[in-house]
Every structure is written in structure tokens, then in C-alpha cells.
């Protein structure tokens, strides 16, 4: 196996379990480790420190273990296994309300570049890095021997997260079995799920509890569901008792997604209508029309060099909510983004806030769900932030 020898001084990182190891940390490379490959880390005295997939970029190390041992098939099926017992810990598996989880959530699973997502028998997934690419035989393998007659059929949807300029051309399609059957169902509601064209795996999973609590303050209320995508939101305020719901996205698609999952949950039901218009033209003209209104939109930052774009972003955007929202009204307002994190976040919305000049409070702050775990040793891996505004 090809090692990489760490500065000296640079092994601290590694030793407080942090999953990347960055290129300005490494010394050196013993043999010809190329992207993909399984490699040692050692430190500069040649003590071992990790076993993980080498890239090219930024993050030059995804760490496996931090113990010596084979990256083989017994290993990827252990660690599915580990992540699945998880899931069971916390109520997720075989529920017959809900059949929609993220089984393996990269670093939070100690699984960096690897996402798999089960819909009813389907997992999908996707991979992060050429390591966990290259591995996709033995992954699929792993999940079929943990998941058993769970699972009919594994998709492999990674053409767009895969690095480009990789040396391989990765195709999404079925590592085993086939599947048409494209209902879930979430808490108790039905959606179609789209893993062959969606965006993602075909469904945001990771705002399962907080469309459920978006539910409970739903009664009565005039809903704006803005950059709806699938529909969620809008679905989970309809059974909560809305007046109204209103779903915006600027993809036509988009809306013929949502029409679609909230005529399988409420056929014939004329609370709800759907547009597919730009956020900010829908939003200047909707003043004191909504009472509750979701503003979720998709990440504005993916590197950190463009975020001072995206608090601007989440700024304009959140300022406008608040202008527009009547009197007594709450808001759920969401930054998926990995680099802005929940400090930012609650700064660049309370800076919205106090530029409309009306009193907010917050009700909740929000997360992902347990089966997007964080590992206390990637704090980076808290990506999804939230608040629950009130209005006065």
C-alpha cells in the first residue's frame, strides 16, 4: 500500500479524529498513490495515523479508519451495518408510516464520500470521491447483504457529484435489480420520488421532522411554500389544516412535482395552487397575503470563496419574507449551505430583520434529522440550518 508522510505538526488534526487530511499537510509520498487509490497516512516519524482514499484537490485524504486494517468487502459491510443499527436505534427502520431514510450519511457515518438514501426498497447512491467510486461493486454488495429482502434494487445516481476532472466516466444506473415503484411514504404521506432525474437522490430527505412541524402550525393559515421542488412543505401544510397553499419554484418541473404529490395525498382538493415564477417577482407582489411562509432555498454557497455572496443572498431574501409577511405570521427559513454556518446564519437573518424594523422572535432553531448524523469530530458535517421566526 502507498503512504503519505504529514508534515511535522500536522498530525494533530488526525489524531482528534477529523475525517480530511489537506494537501498543505502532506510532506511527501512514498510510491505513486493516484486519485482513488486506498493509501497509509503515517506522521513524520513513519507512526501509523489512518488508512483513507486519496483525491487531487483541497482534501487530499478521506480518512476510512483510524486503525489498520483491509478496505475490503467485509469492511464496507461492516460499516453499513453500523450505520443501519443506528438507524434502527432511532425508530427509522422497518416503520410502516415511514420507509424514507439516508442509511449512510458520508463523514457522519465515518463514510466520507458516500450517501445512500432508501426510498421503500430502492437505495440510491451516490458518491463523493473516485475512492468510494471504485469501490461501488463491494458498497452495493454490502448494502444487499445488510439490507436483505429490504431491498429490491440499488441505483448509482453519481454522473454530477463526482469530480470532473476525474479520469473515469461514471453513469448513473442500477448496480442491482430494477424498480418502476417510485411512491414513498414519509410520516404517512406519499410522494413520487424522482432518482433518475431529480435533483439530489430525488427527495430532500433531510427536512423529514421539520415538515412535521411546519404541520402543527399549519392550521388555518394562508401558506406560501416558496422554492417548493417536490412539494413537501406543501403536502405536510395541507394535512395540517391550511386555509391555503401556495407552492413557488422557477422550475416548470418542479411544479408538475408538486401538483402531482399533492394530488396523491388530496385529490380534488382546491386549497392549492402552484406557479412556477422567480422568487423575488412572486415575492414583491405578495405582500400581507400569507401568514406562513417556508423559505428554502437551494444552497447559495457551495465554496467559501463566494460567501459573502450568499449571506447577501440569504439577506435580501429573508428581509423580503418579513416585509411582505401580515402581522402575527411565522416563517421557517433554511440555509443548506456547508460553508455558512448556523452563527452566520442567524446573524445574516437577525440583520434582515432589524432592516424592516419589525419585532421577530425566534420560536425554533432547526437541524437535520438523526439520520444525517454530525460526527462531533466534523462539525463541518451541520449543514442544514433553521429558524422559526414569529412576526409581529
Known amino acids: 500500500m502507498d503512504k503519505l508522510i504529514l508534515k511535522a505538526g500536522k498530525e494533530k488534526s488526525v489524531l482528534r479524529r477529523h475525517p480530511w487530511i489537506f494537501s498543505g499537510a502532506i510532506d511527501k509520498a512514498v510510491g505513486h498513490p493516484e486519485e482513488g487509490d486506498v493509501v497509509e497516512v503515517d506522521d513524520e516519524k513513519g507512526n501509523f495515523l489512518a488508512i483513507g482514499h486519496c483525491q487531487i484537490g483541497s482534501i ?13 468487502a467485509e469492511f464496507w459491510r461492516e460499516k453499513i ?16 408510516s415511514n420507509n424514507v431514510y439516508r442509511l449512510v450519511h458520508g463523514e457522519g457515518d465515518n463514510l466520507p464520500g458516500l450517501v445512500v438514501d432508501i426510498y421503500a426498497s430502492v437505495a440510491v447512491v451516490q458518491f463523493h470521491s473516485v475512492g468510494m467510486w471504485l469501490a461501488r461493486e463491494d458498497i452495493a454488495e454490502g448494502i444487499k447483504a445488510v439490507l436483505g429482502n429490504r431491498v429490491s434494487a440499488i441505483y448509482d445516481k453519481s454522473e454530477s457529484t463526482l469530480p470532473y476532472k476525474a479520469a473515469i466516466e461514471p453513469k448513473n444506473g442500477y448496480l442491482y435489480g430494477n424498480s418502476n415503484d417510485s411512491i414513498a411514504i414519509e410520516n404517512g404521506l406519499k410522494f413520487n420520488v424522482d432518482w433518475l432525474e431529480g435533483q439530489k437522490t430525488g427527495f430532500f430527505i433531510d427536512q423529514r421532522e421539520n415538515r412535521q412541524l411546519l404541520e402543527h402550525y399549519s392550521k388555518g393559515r394562508s401558506v406560501l411554500n416558496m422554492f417548493g421542488y417536490t412539494g413537501g412543505f406543501s403536502v405536510y401544510a395541507m394535512r395540517g389544516g ?35 415564477e422567480e422568487a423575488f417577482q412572486y415575492l414583491n407582489k405578495s405582500y400581507d397575503k400569507y401568514d406562513l411562509i417556508i423559505l428554502d432555498p437551494p444552497a447559495f454557497a457551495k465554496h467559501q470563496n463566494v460567501m459573502n455572496n450568499a449571506v447577501q443572498g440569504y439577506k435580501k431574501l429573508n428581509r423580503k419574507g418579513i416585509e411582505i409577511i401580515k402581522p402575527g405570521g411565522i416563517i421557517f427559513t433554511f440555509s443548506c449551505s456547508q460553508v455558512i454556518t448556523k452563527d452566520i446564519f442567524r446573524q445574516t437573518v437577525f440583520t434582515a430583520a432589524a432592516n424592516t424594523g419589525r419585532n421577530v ?4 432553531q432547526l437541524t437535520q434529522p438523526a439520520d444525517h448524523p454530525v460526527s462531533i469530530y466534523h462539525p463541518e458535517g451541520e449543514y442544514l440550518k433553521g429558524l422559526v421566526l414569529y412576526v409581529e
Do not use: C, W, Y
Not at 361 to 364: C, D, G, M, R, V
Open 60 to 72: 487530499a485524504v478521506r480518512i476510512l479508519s483510524f486503525e489498520k486494517r483491509n478496505i475490503d
Open 81 to 96: 451495518a453500523v450505520a443501519f443499527e443506528m438507524r434502527r436505534a432511532v425508530g427509522l427502520i422497518d416503520n410502516p
Open 242 to 276: 391550511a386555509e391555503t397553499v401556495q407552492t413557488v419554484d422557477i422550475s416548470e418541473r418542479a411544479i408538475e412535482l408538486t401538483d402531482r404529490n399533492v394530488s396523491l395525498n388530496f385529490p380534488d382538493d382546491k386549497r392549492h395552487t402552484a406557479f412556477a
Open 361 to 364: 422572535k425566534i420560536l425554533h
